[in-house]
């Protein structure tokens, strides 16, 4: 079955940039959505279709993909950012990464 | 305003049949151009879709997982449910219901609060 693949955890200084990566067999012919939950709260949509914004997310989070490898790029991250990030997929079904758990310090 | 709810026992005995449901408010089900879902988080773990359901009762389940789930929907009352039978304490999670866009990305933009269902004699 498809899987994909993300670092368990990462840090990151305030302020600068934090790079999120996703990867999966071919992954760049799929659309990648990635998705924020902080703790004790429900996953928030963050990115859709690669690199689309819902309305009401920053700018400062941005989407790409290519090739095997899905990219969440936070700019100036900010300590209300730290959290876990998903990335997702569709497949022959809904895919999942593990998550990466950002820390902002 | 797209809202979410589940409810649902948060406690069953090991053996037994969970039954969650997911109400919707602020759109409707039978509108179309969206599937409804269930994915649950297992404590401190990543997300696991479960199964997806359509308005029309067109259904599709992650074969990764146990067959033991159904997914339903009863447009009257604008609400989709999940069962679970014979549940062991690995069914022990938090359930969300999502709302699913029906397109390219099939992502959820739309979840619930969660359900923690704990599986415990």
């Known amino acids: 079955s498809y899987e994909l693949t993300q670092p368990p955890s990462m840090s990151v200084s305030p302020g600068q940039t934090a790079r999120i990566t996703c990867s999966g067999d071919?992954?760049?012919?799929?659309?990648v959505g990635w998705y924020q939950q902080k703790p004790g709260q429900s996953p928030v949509l963050i990115i859709y279709e690669d690199s689309k914004r819902p309305s009401g997310i920053p700018e400062r989070f941005s989407g790409s993909n290519s090739g095997n490898t899905a990219t969440l790029t936070i700019s100036e991250t900010q300590a209300i950012d730290e959290a876990d990030y998903f990335c997702?997929?569709?497949?022959?079904?809904?895919?999942f990464g593990g998550g990466t758990k950002l820390t902002v310090l | 305003q797209v809202q979410l709810q589940e409810s649902g026992p948060g406690l069953v005995k090991p053996s037994q049949t969970l039954s969650l449901t997911c109400t919707v408010s602020g759109d409707s089900i039978r509108r179309g151009g969206y599937y409804w879902s269930w994915i649950r988080q297992h404590p401190t773990k990543g997300l696991d879709w479960i199964a997806r359901i359509y308005y029309s009762g067109t259904t599709s389940y992650n074969p990764s997982l146990a067959s033991r789930f159904i997914i339903s929907v009863d447009t009257s009352k604008n609400q989709f449910s999940l069962t679970l039978r014979s549940v062991t304490a690995a069914d022990t999670a938090v359930y969300y219901c999502?709302?699913?866009?029906?397109?390219?990305?099939?992502?959820?933009?739309?979840w619930g609060q969660g359900a923690l269902v704990t599986v415990s004699s």
């Open positions: 071919e992954l760049g012919e799929k659309f």
């Open positions: 999502a709302r699913q866009w029906d397109g390219s990305g099939n992502y959820f933009d739309y």
């Open positions: 997702q997929t569709w497949d022959t079904f809904v895919v």
